[in-house]
């Protein structure tokens, strides 16, 4: 475990990209300094997900950390589960605890493969979660995530040329999670290149969002997102993040796409988020 917190970061930072690191920082997030959060941007860069374990921290302390790394969103409650915490928009509540202590039953929200982001226009959806851990149910409420930066970089050249120029279109209308957004909030149709490039790393990973136009290339359908994620979770498998209280889960939408893999069984389940649009 380590004392000095900069050394630390720059060796994990030098270390073979893993999809998650796990990070105990030893006191509290509100507490970092410009160097040490720079360090930990660093290395959510290259890992794609870190998670931040032991933070003690109320929703307010948890959007004014996520403020430091870029532009905080604020969604409409339809694009927000319809559950955010009172008098802060800025956080969501995810999982199935209402902020009177009540529980959504039968809850399955999330519990498909996307992006945060896929409904934002490209260029405009690179975007960082923040996920904090409050009520953790004793079975399932796990994250699942699929490496879709190494899935690119997986793929042999010929399949690589085939995606190439490839794009799908995401009506929001088809995404269950929205279907209560109002209309006037409803953002307008998508389009995302699929091998998509991180304007940090520069490097190229697949964006597969749901769409029920396929992917498409040259005026015609080329495949499907859901042929290419059936095909990353069978070489590579899926990196579930199983919860501890006071874990931050950070992670980069243009690296990895996830999902709530379910199975609580209406047990309280209960993550704050936050998202910014990363500087
Ligand atoms: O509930 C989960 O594990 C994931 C939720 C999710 O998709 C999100 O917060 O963006
Ligand atoms: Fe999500």
Redesign the pocket.
């Known amino acids: 475990m380590q004392t000095d917190l900069q050394p630390y970061l720059k060796n994990v930072l030098s270390q073979a990209r893993q999809i998650a690191i796990k990070i105990n920082v030893e006191r509290s997030i509100s507490d970092l300094n410009a160097e040490e959060l720079n360090l930990l941007k660093s290395n959510l860069m290259h890992h794609g997900i870190i998670c931040i374990t032991n933070q003690d921290i109320t929703p307010v302390e948890l959007k004014n950390f996520v403020e430091r790394w870029g532009e905080v969103l604020k969604l409409p409650a339809g694009l927000a589960f319809n559950n955010q915490e009172p008098g802060l928009p800025e956080i969501?509540r995810?999982?199935n605890v209402k902020p009177d202590g009540s529980l959504v039953q039968n809850s399955t929200?999330?519990e498909y493969w996307?992006h945060?982001g896929d409904f934002w226009q490209y260029g405009e959806n690179h975007i960082i979660?923040f996920?904090h851990g409050v009520q953790i149910p004793k079975q399932g409420?796990?994250?699942?995530f699929l490496d879709t930066r190494k899935a690119y970089n997986d793929l042999p050249h010929s399949e690589r040329e085939k995606l190439a120029d490839s794009y799908t279109i995401v009506h929001s209308s088809d995404i269950d999670d929205f279907k209560d957004v109002i209309e006037s909030e409803r953002p307008k149709d998508a389009r995302h290149p699929v091998c998509l490039p991180n304007p940090f790393t520069k490097e190229l990973a697949l964006y597969l969002p749901e769409s029920h136009t396929g992917i498409e290339k040259d005026g015609g359908v080329i495949g499907t997102s859901v042929d290419y994620i059936e095909r990353i979770q069978a070489e590579q498998g899926i990196f579930e993040h199983a919860w501890t209280p006071g874990d931050i889960l950070i992670w980069d939408n243009l690296q990895v796409m996830?999902?709530?893999?379910g199975g609580y069984f209406n047990e309280p389940?209960l993550?704050f988020?936050c998202q910014a649009k990363l500087k």
Not at 141 to 144: A, M, P, R, S, V
Not at 258 to 261: D, I, L, Q, T, V
């Open positions: 969501a995810v999982g929200l999330a996307h945060d979660n996920l409420g796990k994250t699942g996830h999902r709530s893999m389940r993550l988020r």
